[in-house]
């Protein structure tokens, strides 16, 4: 099994890249530095945290409300996750290698990207954790869910890998002027097994809807009542 590869995408910049498939030297290095302030400036409260699975490929889908999100995800998960990110954040270079020395990788959102669905695909063949957020943005500060979409749920499906639905609270909030005045709640449910869940029916359009409603339902459900927008 390799630890890093190369997907296969004729005429895509990203098939000239390595994209990594385990926690890389430099990341652990990163999040051991950067973490001193981060950990310095909020106190998280992680809940529930044993529902990870400790071994074995699995999906970390959670609300997304502030850009915080990804790093107080990293910092705090008990496994190293690695991120489907907006292709915008590859732009600089230098911050592009950082996020991708770190494991993450670009989407084209708004339309099916098969590379990303590919990369996607080997980090959980890999027996590694794959963060998403189903909203496909940021709700800001509203902080309100919005209408999930079925990608985290059929890529479940297709690689037989449970989902761990979290609910992030308080980095829409932020400060960087220190202190301990960020108050940031990070709660992990029970995983959800998809395969299980849709029955031995072909997973068609309804059933990855139906699917991802249950999986934000349960997201929704460990939120502040405030936050669960469309699944109020």
């Known amino acids: 099994m390799e630890d890093a590869a190369k997907v296969s995408a004729p005429g895509d910049w990203r098939d000239n890249l390595t994209w990594y498939t385990h926690e890389t030297t430099l990341s652990r290095v990163i999040k051991r530095v950067g973490g001193l302030y981060f950990h310095a400036v909020a106190e998280v409260e992680g809940i529930d945290f044993d529902n990870f699975p400790a071994t074995g490929p699995c999906i970390l889908a959670s609300n997304h409300i502030s850009n915080l999100d990804v790093v107080y995800l990293a910092l705090y998960a008990p496994r190293h996750p690695h991120f489907m990110a907006k292709v915008e954040l590859y732009k600089n270079p ?4 950082v996020i991708r020395l770190c494991g993450s990788f670009p989407v084209n959102r708004g339309e099916n990207d098969a590379w990303a669905l590919r990369q996607a695909g080997r980090v959980l063949e890999a027996g590694q954790m794959l963060c998403m957020f189903p909203e496909g943005t940021r709700s800001k500060d509203k902080a309100q869910l919005r209408r999930g979409k ?83």
């Open 150 to 232: 079925v990608g985290a749920v059929k890529l479940a499906l297709d690689y037989q890998a449970p989902i761990v639905p979290v609910a992030i609270s308080g980095t829409e909030n932020f400060s960087f002027k220190g202190g301990k005045g960020n108050k940031i709640r990070i709660q992990a449910g029970p995983p959800l097994d998809m395969a299980a869940l849709a029955g031995p029916a072909a997973y068609d359009g309804d059933t990855l809807r139906e699917l991802t409603t249950v999986l934000m339902q349960r997201i929704a459900a460990m939120l502040p009542p405030a936050y669960r927008g469309v699944y109020a």
């Open 94 to 97: 230098i911050f592009a290698w």
